[in-house]
């Protein structure tokens, strides 16, 4: 099996965040907040976090800070709480939650919930399962999961589930490995899994595994890296990770690493599928499969908050290493 090609991946990391004007930077300028988690998450589980300026990159977060306490893509854009996500995540990262007035930020997030317990994204209200996954994650992160309705939070989860044990993104939607990521995720922050069907539900997660070995995200898909996150994260919140190959699903990933470029210089990065061209998201969940999959060198991820295990510890349980 080929080796993780860590400090390649670290260089293509950091050689992203420098880059401003590339064609790739532009098409990724609304979401940048979302590709500071990824990337600084991924130098994180590499053990390579103080490898950036920590004051550089608070600053630059709360500068994408909104007045209502959201978070914009980046700054000057409008908040959603997808960014605001990202933001208190990267923030979470370097230990510095507290330069935010985590009430503001709380009360913009809580501000989504709608009367049946859901969530909308921002104040448009597209309405979705990622955005209740998200103010519940959030919310835990900054302690004030009191200022929603949990109850009905978790009500309106259970009523995006599926007969085939999947949820979907609005009830009666497709289950899609995603979305079962955010409302396992969000039911497992509540303390909510007993309202799974495990068995169900782990049956449909390890049928994702294709022979090659990768995971795609529903039927008849192709296997993408990025469902090496999503399922894995789901089998191991109920419990049903070994159901699937897990040695299998490493090789997988391994082979989606990009070591060298079109002109054959020395990359590093990792895409979709092998032989693919490679982008800080599948980097980061490639990186982040590996880590659930415990292997050697990588930190260990918490499959609900989708950070660092040493970061929950700190932040949910206190716990100070
Ligand atoms: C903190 C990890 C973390 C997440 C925040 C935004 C979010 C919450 C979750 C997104 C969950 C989701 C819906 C992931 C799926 C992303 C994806 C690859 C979608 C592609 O869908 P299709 O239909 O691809 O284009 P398939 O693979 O079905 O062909």
Known sequence: MAELAARKHVQFILSKAKEKDSYE?????HIRLNGAYWGLTTLDLLGKLDTVDVNEVVSEVLQCQHESGGFGGNIGHDPHILYTLSAVQVLALFDKVDVLDTEKVANYVAGLQNEDGSFSGDMWGEVDTRFSYIAICCLALLHHLDKINVEKAVYYILSCKNHDGGFGCTPGGESHAGQIFCC????????????????????????????AGGLNGRPEKLPD?????????????????????KEKLAKF?????????????????????PDDACDAYHTYFGVAGLSLLEYPGVKPIDPAYALPVDVVNRIILGIKE
Do not use: P
């Open 25 to 29: 930077s532009v098409l990724m300028e």
């Open 184 to 211: 396992v995720g969000a039911l497992a922050i509540t303390g909510s899994l007993h309202c799974i069907d495990k068995d169900l539900l782990g049956w449909w997660l390890c049928e994702r595994q294709v022979k």
């Open 225 to 245: 890296v990025c469902y090496s996150w999503w399922v894995l994260s789901s089998l191991i919140m109920i419990d049903r990770v070994h159901w699937i190959n």
């Open 253 to 273: 990933i391994l082979d989606c690493q990009v070591l060298h470029n079109l002109f054959d210089i020395e990359n590093g990065g990792i895409s979709d599928r």
